[in-house]
């Protein structure tokens, strides 16, 4: 049986259910995947996301700060030294790449997994010469998306060994709860927060690049404007505390915690649009599952499932500052008949992106990678052009 190794920092929640469907693809095709990973830093531990799956063989990882840069270093040698394949994290980061890509004899088929090039930071000429020669080194690559794919081939990687994973989550789970919700349990909900007729919603991560303060600067203009706005906030991350103190001190606020499940679904289900004026990602598959169009900005580092969103259709771009992005929240959640539309065109694009589909997308890949094994370059992480 051929065995592939996939190499993560920490398994967060949102990624169990495309680990268990990829490794139940493998054993029905007589490949072993087994996922190995340590545990979440500090930062990542307060999102309280990470699991521990029975299918996680754990690695010993320790992380370290240069400037403003981590460093991470993990001995990935005894869960991937009877491997086939290996497959790791595009990331500078990660230590163990420059060993597993560096060295010229012997090595192991690696293949990368990841954004294609810096969504989320400007990075230095240095820096994205070195990601380049990173996934350049690198026999496969897994793109998030088209346009993840489209930033590698242009720095030379081979088209013909790229696999479009469409990275997703899975949201079956949150359908069928938001099927169950009644309207008497919406309306109680709606009284017990003091909600009105127009509500926005935030559900992710609490850290900087959410950009709360923009956010809650926003919210209160919008309050300001129209006394019946309101917002929830869902989720939890090392802002926590600063989102609790604005919520004691704005009216229109109202900051839930982390939910899940039902609690979570009925959040969502009084609500009318997600806000979310800093970095979007997979909230954009999020809002395709909920039928709820997103309000953001034209911030430049948005993450790869951005490109998800049609403006106009499935999501609404304001201009980045406070005013711009009040003035496009009330805009539309006055706007019934278009938001109506919208929604509808949410629950559309839902269809085209499912857990299901990635983990498909992503075990092809692996099977391709897998039937050109052979003919791999074992020349080492500058050789290629």
Partial sequence: MRRVVIIQEYVPQYRYPFFERLIALGLE??????VAAGQPNQKQNRRGDSVDASFIVPIRQREYRIGKRRVVIRNTRPAT???????MEQARRNLDAYRLLLRPWGRKMICLWGHGKDYVMGPSWLSRALLSRLTNASDWFFAYTDGSRDAVVRGGFPAE?????????????????????SQEEVLEFRKAHDIKSSTAIFIGGLDESKRLPFLFEAGRRAYDRDRDFRMIVIGSGIERDYVERRAREEPWLNYLG?????????AIAASDIISMPGRVGLVAVDSFAAALPIVTTEWPWHGPEFEYLVDGETCKIAGDNEDSYADAMLDLLRDKRR???????CRKSMEEYSIDGMASRFFSGIKMALACQNGTSQTGMFSRT
């Fill in 258 to 266: 982390p939910r899940f499940g039902k609690e979570k679904a009925l």
């Fill in 29 to 34: 095709n007589s490949i072993e995947i087994q």
């Fill in 81 to 87: 030294k009877s491997a086939d394949v290996i497959i």
């Fill in 339 to 345: 938001l109506a539309l919208m929604k509808d065109s």
């Fill in 161 to 181: 060994k790229v696999t479009v994973v469409r990275n997703s989550t899975d949201t079956s789970e949150l359908q069928e709860q938001l099927l169950r919700v």
